[in-house]
């Protein structure tokens, strides 16, 4: 199996992104739950939507300021990324 990159990132409303991968697969994520409940300090910034659209496909990876926020790629495809508890 071909590893799987992030394509193209689309924003669709608030932190609400339309990812598409390498091999065609599309996939609809909402970043704020995650961004709303981790509680870190580093993602506070995120909490503005201004700041959260200041992605960018590095390498076939999602990431926002140099890897201050960043998913594995498998769990954007499957729209699991990890929640606070």
């Known amino acids: 199996m071909s590893e799987i990159l992030v394509e193209s990132v689309r924003h669709l409303k608030s932190h609400i992104l339309e990812i598409t991968f390498n091999d065609g697969h599309k996939q609809i994520v909402d970043f704020a739950p995650f961004i709303f409940s981790v509680g870190h300090p580093d993602y506070e910034q995120y909490k503005s939507e201004k700041k959260f ?33």
């Open 53 to 85: 659209l200041e992605y960018e496909i590095v390498d076939g990876n999602l990431n926002w300021d140099d890897y201050t926020m960043i998913f594995p790629v498998e769990d954007l495809y499957a729209n699991k990324i990890l929640r606070s508890a």
